[in-house]
């Protein structure tokens, strides 16, 4: 596959008073995180598309555990996305811009290879569902949806990980063992993606964004 360069948003903090600074990151594919008060924050970005499973904003709102954004209809950022963020995810917020703060410009490439990273396939819990089981029947593979590849927990199929919690899967070589038949959990897991980003600081140390360029 080689090394991909995927325009990422930066995400960047700004006091409810700068909001116009704010609409014009967000009009150059930034996020920006509003802050109304030091304990209300909003995340507003680019409105997602629907269409597209690989949308960063979409997956931006994810990541913060919501699944719908408002369309702001006044004010500067008329026509943005808006979800407020949840107070336990301030720290994490935060974290982002400060990650970002040595990026310039409301967006940023970052090179990244799957194969030479496979963070999103450790200590990561991969849902199966039914297509997934039916793809690993028709690819002649029905036990990957049984113990000791997958088990039920909280009423959900999951991939069974190993002892060192990476997947079961995941060769030597970054390479995955079932990749024709993956599951759609990985298939669609979005590079440059805030859970993207967020696997390969827990699980390689790399940053990318302030650290990174400490490094
Ligand atoms: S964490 Fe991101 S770059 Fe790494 S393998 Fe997963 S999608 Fe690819
Ligand atoms: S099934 Fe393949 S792509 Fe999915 S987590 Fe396991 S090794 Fe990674």
Not at 109 to 133: I, K, P, S, W, Y
Not at 155 to 176: I, P, T, Y
Request: aromatic share 6%.
């Amino acid at each position: 596959m080689g090394s991909q360069v995927v325009t990422r948003p930066v995400v960047r903090s700004f006091k409810v008073a700068y909001v116009a600074e704010a609409a014009r990151h967000v009009r150059g594919g930034g996020h920006a995180v509003v802050w109304e008060s030091d304990s209300r924050a909003r995340l507003v970005l680019p409105k997602p598309n629907d269409a597209d499973p690989g949308d960063l904003a979409q997956w931006s709102i994810l990541d913060l555990g919501k699944s719908r954004y408002r369309t702001i209809k006044e004010g500067p950022l008329t026509g943005f996305a808006t979800i407020m963020v949840p107070r336990d995810c301030h720290e994490i917020v935060r974290r982002r811009a400060e990650r970002d703060s040595i990026l310039e410009g409301p967006t940023h490439g970052v090179a990244l290879d799957c194969l030479e990273c496979g963070a999103c396939c450790r200590d990561n819990q991969v849902q199966l569902f039914d297509d997934d089981v039916a793809r690993f029947k028709e690819g002649g593979r029905a036990d990957l949806a049984k113990p000791p590849f997958a088990r039920r927990t909280d009423g959900k199929l999951v991939l069974v990980l190993a002892k060192s919690k990476d997947c079961q899967h995941l060769a030597s070589d970054n390479k995955c063992g079932i990749y024709a038949i993956r599951p759609d959990a990985c298939s669609q897991f979005p590079m440059a993606s805030e859970c993207c980003l967020y696997a390969r600081e827990e699980e390689l140390g790399v940053t990318d964004g302030l650290a990174a360029a400490d490094a």
